[in-house]
């Protein structure tokens, strides 16, 4: 039986996230490591600068 792939994933930024949702179909075993305990949705930022974006929106980790 061939041996179980293991893959390290560094960053759980947009890539990091993509490649491990690519990466769930495979029969591989996926570690993701990040410095953060959450993921940073860039693109919402400026909302969040002009308190447009309600707190509810956001997630707490
Ligand atoms: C304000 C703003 C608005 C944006 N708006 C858009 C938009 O509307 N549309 C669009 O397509 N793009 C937008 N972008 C760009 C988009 O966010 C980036 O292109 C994208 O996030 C890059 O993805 P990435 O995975 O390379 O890096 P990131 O998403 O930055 O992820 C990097 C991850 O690596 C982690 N990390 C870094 N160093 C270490 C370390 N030493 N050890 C462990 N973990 C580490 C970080 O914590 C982070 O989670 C915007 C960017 C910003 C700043």
Redesign the pocket.
């Known amino acids: 039986m061939a041996e179980r792939k293991r893959v390290v994933i560094?960053?759980?930024?947009?890539?990091?996230?993509?490649a491990s949702q690519k990466l769930a179909k495979e029969a591989v075993d996926i570690t993701i490591?990040?410095?953060?305990n959450h993921?940073?949705?860039?693109?919402?930022?400026?909302q969040v600068a002009l308190a447009v974006l309600n707190p509810s929106d956001i997630a707490q980790p």
Not at 10 to 18: E, K
């Open positions: 560094l960053g759980a930024g947009f890539a990091g996230l993509v490591v990040d410095r953060r993921h940073t949705f860039q693109p919402l930022l400026y």
